[in-house]
């Protein structure tokens, strides 16, 4: 009856056969390569299990956190640490901006000068050096978001105004 029934489909039961055992055959051949390389991992999965020099995972893991740990306080106090030294530098005189001059005709050599110096919001003074034949007189000017109270002569603008661009200069 069955070979009939195969017969009616026009399928010979010795080709089924022969398939199905090739099929068996492709089947066991990748479940023999399955088995090896679950065999490869385990071996890794082992290795990593086990640690370097036999210490488990799990304190390898603990050591690591606790590094971790340690590193985002050492980040906090650097970050604290650089606006305490960014708030320092902003009152610091970090712009400076200096002309030479001479300041009367009989004396030579660009010995007098005015000197600049602001902090970042333009605040500080500007100081003026003044050399005669006589003796050598300064004076200094305080310098408030770039502007003086007090009249300033044309080499302390200049200075001024290069201290003002200092950065601007720069680039």
Do not use: W
Not at 27 to 44: A, C, E, G, P, Q
Not at 103 to 125: Q, Y
């Amino acid at each position: 009856m069955q070979s009939e029934l195969l017969s009616s489909f026009g399928l010979d039961p010795g080709l089924i056969l022969i398939f199905m055992m090739l099929l068996m055959v492709f089947v066991l051949l990748y479940m023999v390569r399955i088995s090896m390389r679950l065999t490869r991992f385990l071996k890794r999965y082992k290795i990593f299990m086990r640690g370097k020099d036999a210490v488990s995972l799990e304190k390898a893991f603990e050591m690591k956190f606790l590094e971790v740990d340690r590193l985002t306080e050492v980040t906090k106090n650097q970050a604290l640490e650089i606006n305490r030294i960014k708030d320092i530098i902003a009152r610091s005189t970090n712009k400076i901006g200096i002309v030479k001059y001479d300041a009367f005709p009989d004396v030579g050599g660009k010995l007098s000068f005015a000197l600049a110096m602001l902090d970042e919001n333009n605040s500080g003074f500007v100081l003026n050096a003044i050399h005669s034949r006589e003796g050598c007189y300064t004076y200094v000017k305080e310098i408030v978001k770039g502007e003086s109270y007090i009249v300033l002569g044309q080499e302390e603008k200049e200075a001024l105004r290069q201290a003002v661009n200092y950065f601007g200069d720069m680039q």
